[in-house]
């Protein structure tokens, strides 16, 4: 079983940035893509960007100039580096995780993020 936990949300200006991070725990040996989604009002859950356990990333096209996604050194570990800001981007950020093992798709809960005007 995979736990994915998020931190990092929260409250920031318009033209702010904020960092996301996602620890994945459990029986993690099956998984082989991390990434982060988020769902904002009036919108279905979107695609922000993912990373394979190789490296190989992947954005959405509108996202790619302000958002970076990346992995650390202990392999479990997924951030995503936010940068101008706007209030579209309000919504809750959730960690998924690709598990081969498992079959499917492993989410987190989710973190808020707010960008006020």
């Known amino acids: 079983q995979v736990q994915l936990v998020e931190s990092g949300g929260g409250l920031v200006q318009a033209g702010g940035s904020l960092r996301l991070s996602c620890v994945a725990s459990g029986t993690i040996f099956g998984i082989v893509q991390m990434g982060w989604y988020r769902q904002v009002a009036g919108k279905q859950r979107e695609l922000v960007a993912t990373i394979t356990n190789k490296g190989r990333t992947n954005y959405a096209g509108s996202l790619k100039e302000r958002f970076t996604i990346s992995r650390d050194n202990a392999k479990n570990t997924v951030h995503l580096q936010m940068v101008g800001l706007n209030i579209q981007d309000t919504g809750v950020y959730y960690c998924?995780?690709?598990?081969?093992?498992?079959?499917?798709?492993?989410w987190g809960r989710g973190t808020q993020v707010t960008v006020s005007s």
């Open positions: 998924a995780a690709e598990d081969v093992h498992y079959g499917g798709r492993h």
